[in-house]
């Protein structure tokens, strides 16, 4: 129950928990700190990033893993330290990722997945144009309407395509 003047995120505020701070030195367990308030009982949302998938699609298109939650370091920790604190786990993503299959390179610049308008889309391309496009390329920029084509230097995978409000 919230105080008069006070809400609910006063009395329990939010917290966001960085990956570099979520694990003990063996990356094996969760730190203390973090497993603390995860239990604590005055802190309503605790928030976790971790980060694999985009670690992932920066390093070498080696190997293709299949991915379960034992495979996200520290993932299966954050869960039974959640589990044991009795609190819900909501699991997101901040944007989709587009794995590399066989994917062309056009006009390498500024991102992976757009390019500036230049009045030229391809076939394979189509023009975004309006307030949610960055204001500093013009509001308008060119997408893929593909997976297999690119704007960057060829990586494991991409980050789908980000717009701004």
Do not use: C
Request: a negative charge; zero cysteines.
């Amino acid at each position: 129950m919230s105080r008069p003047g006070g809400g609910l995120e006063e009395e329990h505020p939010a917290r966001a928990l960085p990956q570099g701070d979520l694990g003990d030195q063996q990356k094996t367990d969760v730190a203390g700190p973090v497993r603390a308030a995860i239990a604590a009982p005055d802190t309503r949302v605790v928030g976790i990033v971790l980060n694999a998938v985009d670690d992932f699609l920066l390093k070498s298109d080696q190997l293709r893993p299949r991915w379960g939650a034992g495979d996200v370091q520290l993932l299966l920790a954050v869960l039974a330290a959640a589990e044991e604190a009795g609190r819900v786990v909501v699991v997101t993503s901040d944007h989709g990722h587009v794995l590399d299959a066989g994917s062309e390179a056009r006009n390498l610049g500024q991102s992976d997945r757009w390019r500036p308008d230049d009045g030229t889309p391809a076939a394979d391309e189509v023009v975004l144009a309006g307030r949610r496009v960055a204001a500093q390329h013009g509001g308008r920029i060119i997408v893929p309407w593909s997976e297999r084509v690119r704007y960057g230097v060829k990586k494991n995978g991409y980050h789908g395509l980000t717009l701004r409000t």
